[in-house]
């Protein structure tokens, strides 16, 4: 990494150009200078981090409380003794093990087949001339405005001819690809993706697959990872269409935490104890990959 030095102010003198223009060095030494916030912006984003910490927080007060405690009022804001036993509780319940392995296999899936060929098609909708291209792009959008409860009737009838009822594949299929990710990924690489590099490809002879694999990942690296995080956090909290598809013997986090509400009297403090080791994955996900993915986007947002 390249460290600029700012100019003393006599040289800035020494080499002020007539007409008070300064030169490009004095500009080069600007730009390497790093920009602090003011103190109103930092206390601003510490109020706007403890806003969204909050419903977290509550959730494990919750969780570490007994039920006759949450429903008082006031309601308690702190954390009580209860939280690994209704924890533990909880987990076997609602049989969260196996709910927990199929959302990592259902979120796995869907977010790395939405990644590939939402590049794909990105890609071709950005770069690549075709008869219809514009058209096709319009139809992928209009898609997105058609509400998803519209198809529910028959894709089970479909998933039930197939013999996928009850089954994974019948939640991971009809989701393989979506529109926004499409739309998502065209928009960042007409961005990103210079014609330049693209011409270099087919100059030195590479094909669309060659100059796909060589040239277009590594410049749509950033995006995809974002693209991978919204998409495997939106698989994985999806109830509507699991729900419906699957049934209590081979369900998902959120089909299964409908167990914990069953009954005459529903304990809250059970029920907000599955959410919160329902959250705990997507948590430790953005622990262990958080860095990476927001350094990623930094590389892809700074040229030069």
Do not use: C
């Not at 500009?27 to 806003?51: C, D, F, K, N, W």
């Not at 006759?68 to 609602?94: C, I, M, S, Y």
């Not at 198809?151 to 989701?175: H, R, Y």
Request: no cysteine; hydrophobic share 55%; aromatic share 10%.
């Amino acid at each position: 990494m390249t460290t600029h030095t700012l100019p003393a102010p006599q040289d800035v003198q020494q080499d002020a150009a007539p007409g008070g223009r300064r030169p490009a060095r004095f500009l080069r030494g600007r730009a390497g200078r790093q920009h602090h916030a003011g103190p109103v912006t930092y206390v601003l984003l510490g109020i706007a981090a403890l806003l969204s910490l909050f419903p977290l927080y509550w959730t494990m007060v919750a969780a570490s409380s007994d039920n006759t405690r949450v429903t008082q009022t006031p309601p308690p804001f702190l954390p009580g003794p209860h939280l690994f036993e209704n924890l533990g509780k909880a987990w076997q319940d609602a049989a969260l093990g196996k709910a927990m392995v199929n959302s990592l296999i259902v979120a796995g899936v869907i977010a790395l087949s939405t990644v590939l060929f939402a590049t794909l098609a990105g890609f071709a909708f950005a770069k690549l001339r075709f008869k219809g291209r514009n058209i096709l792009l319009m139809l992928v959008i209009g898609t997105m405005m058609v509400p998803p409860q519209l198809g529910v009737v028959p894709l089970f009838m479909m998933m039930t001819e197939l013999g996928w009822g009850q089954k994974l594949p019948a939640v991971i299929f009809p989701t393989l690809v979506s529109a926004v990710g499409v739309f998502f990924m065209r928009q960042y690489l007409a961005e990103a993706l210079p014609d330049e590099l693209i011409e270099a490809g087919r100059v030195d002879g590479a094909h669309s697959l060659r100059i796909f694999w060589s040239i277009v990942l590594p410049v749509a690296r950033p995006a995809m990872a974002v693209l991978f995080m919204i998409t495997f956090v939106h698989a994985w909290n999806d109830f509507f269409w699991p729900f419906i598809v699957l049934d209590m013997t081979n369900p998902t986090v959120p089909v299964a935490l409908t167990q914990l509400s069953a009954g005459y009297v529903r304990d809250q403090s059970l029920i907000m104890a599955g959410a919160l080791l329902g959250t705990l994955p997507l948590l430790a996900m953005f622990v262990v990959f958080g860095r990476q993915i927001v350094g990623g986007i930094m590389q892809g947002a700074v040229k030069g």
